[in-house]
């Protein structure tokens, strides 16, 4: 029978407040008071394996209350530090535990760590069969343990580990170490580690084995192998294939694994066996929104929104077709973007990573720059590059009736006309991520790319091309990356169009959570006399963030945001507007939360005093 899931959503900013503050209060909780180090560290010791001494050493609750309470301190911290220094590669230590004074006793460890022992060449043992020779030198060269580095038991630990990856790399699938032997020679104050490898033979693949039963069609999966039949096994082919079918969205998990040896085929091949955990099926969603805040709308099959009442449903089928594929009708009743609509997501179109959406919706967009009453449609494949990155390409065509508020260019009055139009778009998107996490990003960088050439027929008849570019870095500067640096720029422009033939939905604007913080939605441009946001042919936004971590969880941000609306192809940065704020974080498994706080800068009549923003994930 079918299974079917019902979700109401209701997302009132207070409940995250809420959250946050629980979540405070339990880790203020988890903490004491006050910790003591469990024994003082005396001797002469360098600064960096000092600390690493003193973790080690850990922390108690109190002082000893006894002589005899010190020196079960001082014990047991001198053998935390024996084990630490052999395993920093000290093996000749001195260490002495003492108790001083009578009244308030003290639980000292006097260390000596003396000389570092260090590695010497690294041998390799192949019991059973070896691998092929040329395989052998490409493994001993990856060991990453050179002769003279520092025996550290965590490198030799990790060389071991490195020579079974590279064993799986090459098609040694079964590959597995047997008990090492490390020789210390405390004569050379050397390291000497023996590896005892058990390279296994030579894995070849065969197809894919769907072991669940359930909608998607066996020889859909068979067709997302990154691999022929007979190729050599690589780790790396059968993770991209977990990772094509988890990026589907359709499963609750997704497990991919090779056969085991017993299962060889007759012909040496092994199989990789797949098994799918199914999401409901049908899965049925309620949305409340209350806001007082605008909205941004783009149109399309996506939108961002930033604020705006509204009541939706959204009713989703996955799998329809046996074929991971999503079928997702929404209706959506809003005091910004009301819409009525269906869309139909296949994943792997065509070819692997390659994802087609194609769709069709009745909107009704309401704000105060313009009001728009049309029907969507639209169709977009997109081409994921890597793991992150990614290239689109698609087409849109909107047909309706524009009601915008212009302006006498002679006289600055503002007057409604009301157009009927149909939009046919051609849409392009690159976008390449090379930061290391999606949500809260530490290092690397974000750059998108976007091209949108817009014919238009109906009451005016014109072409032009709009295009934008948003670049994000972000920067580790101090304490191990506990201070960060994170910058966003963002410009925009239009050529081929004038201001006052091109919709006013195409415009750019500028102001709010996603641009200029601390304005309201299409606030940050110049309005016309009565008040209506203008738009521009151009954009420039530009955002600077400090961000510090403060213990595990939490997180404090102080920014900088600017932005600039243009009436020529090239931004303005002249009318630049700006603000500043303040905002915090709350880390959860999935991404932080964050609050933020921002107030403009010379505020016009009709400007904020601040304004609030809370979410999920950072701010960019």
């Known amino acids: 029978p079918p299974r079917f899931a019902l979700t109401l959503r209701v997302r009132p900013s207070r409940l995250l407040w809420g959250l946050m503050g629980t979540a405070l209060c339990g880790t203020l909780l988890a903490y004491p008071a006050f910790a003591d180090p469990r024994a003082q560290i005396r001797g ?166 769907l072991e669940t039963r359930g909608p998607t069609n066996p020889s859909w999966v068979a067709g997302l192998a990154p691999w022929e039949e007979a190729d050599l096994y690589d780790p790396e082919d059968v993770a991209e294939l977990e990772r094509r079918l988890l990026e589907t969205g359709v499963y609750d998990g997704v497990g991919v694994a090779l056969a085991p040896r017993d299962q060889t085929l007759p012909d040496g091949n092994r199989p990789v066996v797949v098994t799918l955990t199914d999401r409901p099926r049908r899965i049925l969603e309620a949305g409340l929104t209350l806001s007082t805040a605008q909205a941004t709308v783009t149109a399309g099959p996506t939108r961002s929104v930033t604020g705006g009442s509204a009541i939706d449903g959204i009713w989703t089928w996955y799998n329809r077709f046996g074929r991971a594929d999503t079928l997702r009708f929404e209706a959506r009743l809003a005091t910004i973007d009301s819409r009525l609509g269906v869309d139909l997501t296949l994943p792997h179109w065509r070819r692997p990573a390659q994802t087609f959406t194609a769709g069709a919706a009745i909107v009704n967009e309401d704000t105060e720059a313009y009001r728009r009453l049309a ?21 849109g065509l909107d047909a309706g009736r524009y009601d915008e508020t212009r302006f006498d260019p002679v006289t600055l009055a503002p007057f409604d006309i009301s157009r009927d139009l149909a939009l046919l778009t051609l849409r392009g998107t690159v976008y390449t991520d090379r930061t290391d996490d999606p949500l809260d990003p530490r290092s690397g960088w974000r750059l998108t790319l976007n091209a949108q050439p817009t014919a238009v027929a109906g009451d005016d008849s014109l072409f032009f091309l709009r295009t934008d570019a948003i670049a994000t870095g972000y920067l580790p500067v101090q304490d191990g990356g506990k201070t960060l640096l994170a910058g966003r720029v963002r410009v925009g422009s239009i050529v081929g169009g004038e201001e006052f033939t091109i919709p006013a939905d195409r415009l750019f604007y500028s102001g709010g959570g996603g641009s200029v913080r601390g304005f309201e939605y299409q606030g940050v441009g110049p309005r016309l006399p009565d008040g209506t946001p203008r738009g521009g042919l151009s954009l420039f936004e530009t955002s600077l963030e400090v961000r510090r971590d403060i213990g595990q969880s939490f997180g404090a941000v102080a920014f900088v945001d600017a932005g600039a609306i243009g009436f020529d192809e090239v931004p303005d940065f002249d009318n630049l507007r700006y603000a500043v704020g303040v905002g915090a974080r709350y880390r959860l498994p999935f991404g932080p939360v964050r609050a933020d706080v921002a107030f403009p800068l010379d505020k016009r009549d009709g400007d904020p005093d601040f304004q609030v923003y809370i979410s999920i994930g950072q701010a960019f």
């Open 44 to 209: 002469e010791i360098d600064g960096e394996l000092r600390a690493q001494l003193v973790q080690a050493i850990g922390e108690v609750d109190g002082p000893p209350t006894n002589r005899f309470d010190a020196r079960r301190r001082a014990r047991a911290a001198m053998e935390s530090a024996e084990a630490l220094l052999r395993s920093e590669g000290y093996y000749q230590p001195i260490l002495e535990d003492v108790v001083e004074g009578e009244e308030t006793p003290v639980a000292i460890v006097d260390i000596t760590p003396g000389r570092r022992f260090l590695i010497d060449a690294p041998v390799i043992n192949w019991v059973e069969t070896p691998p092929a020779e040329q395989v052998q030198a490409e493994v001993t060269d990856e060991i990453g343990l050179g002769t003279g580095a520092p025996g550290r038991a965590v490198e030799v630990i990790a060389a071991e580990g490195r020579i079974v990856a590279g064993l799986t790399r090459r098609g040694y699938a079964d590959a597995a170490t047997r008990p090492r032997r490390v020789v210390v020679d405390h004569a050379d104050f050397t390291v000497q580690p023996t590896y005892m490898i058990v390279a296994g033979q030579l894995v070849r693949l065969d197809g894919v084995r």
């Open 375 to 395: 029907a969507v449609l639209y169709a977009d494949v997109r081409q994921r590059l890597g793991k992150t990155s990614y290239y689109s390409y698609g087409v």
